[in-house]
């Protein structure tokens, strides 16, 4: 029985390395190496337009896809291309289009600064005049006393979520309740015997 097995072994294994010999190599994208900055970031030159753009505050799938669609509907770019190998002007036109989005006409459903507080424009905010305006607004919900105002302020929940298991500030409650039981335990416990050894005194 051990002769007839050991062929077929050998006939598995060079089955197995047969396989490997026909498996496809993996196709990677040519290395470029290179960083593109845009809008206060640094991008991996690697990566296509949408992917790209989707590393920047404020950019998400949706804007991203509308950016891109619109860079290659008007500037004839690609949206598959590689923002490292973007020339120099084509980055210009891309931050030109992040910086007034309304240019390429995509909707202002998809900004992130809709009918704002003090121009009453819509308007889409990336990088670091996101954060300040965010910034902002929590500091003149605090000013003015809303109720958002007072959450922001203790730092609690914004938005309307329970608050009994998740969002506690402070020493841990289950873990207080647990030692103070234990503790009541102990002292109902030691009470009676101490009591009666008095007694007997």
């Known amino acids: 029985m051990a002769k007839e097995e050991e062929p077929t072994r050998k006939d598995d294994e060079a089955k197995g390395q047969h ?20 809008a206060g970031r640094d991008i991996d030159g ?14 998400g799938y949706n804007i ?5 669609i619109a860079l290659r509907d008007i500037y ?17 036109k891309l931050e030109g289009l992040l910086k007034d989005p309304k240019k390429a006409n995509i909707p202002a459903y998809l900004f992130n600064r809709r009918n704002d507080r003090d121009t009453g424009l819509d308007s889409h905010l990336v990088g670091t005049d996101l954060i300040v305006r965010t910034r902002q607004d929590i500091e003149n919900d ?8 007072f959450r922001h302020k203790y730092g609690q929940k914004v938005r309307g979520q329970k608050t009994r298991s998740t969002g506690r500030t402070g020493a841990t409650v289950g873990v207080t309740k647990k030692a103070a039981e234990a503790a009541q335990k102990a002292a109902q416990a030691g ?11």
Request: aromatic fraction near 2%.
């Open 46 to 59: 690697e990566l296509d337009i949408p992917a790209a753009l989707m590393q920047i505050k404020g950019i």
């Open 76 to 92: 004839n770019i690609p949206k598959e291309s590689q923002i490292g190998k973007l020339g120099e002007s084509d980055v210009a």
């Open 191 to 201: 009470a009676p015997a101490g009591g009666t050894a008095e007694a007997k005194k």
């Open 19 to 38: 396989n490997e010999h026909d498996a496809k190599p993996k196709q990677e994208r040519p290395k470029t190496g290179s960083i593109v900055r845009i």
């Open 142 to 149: 605090i000013r003015i006393q809303s109720w958002r105002g």
């Open 64 to 68: 991203a896809s509308a950016l891109s």
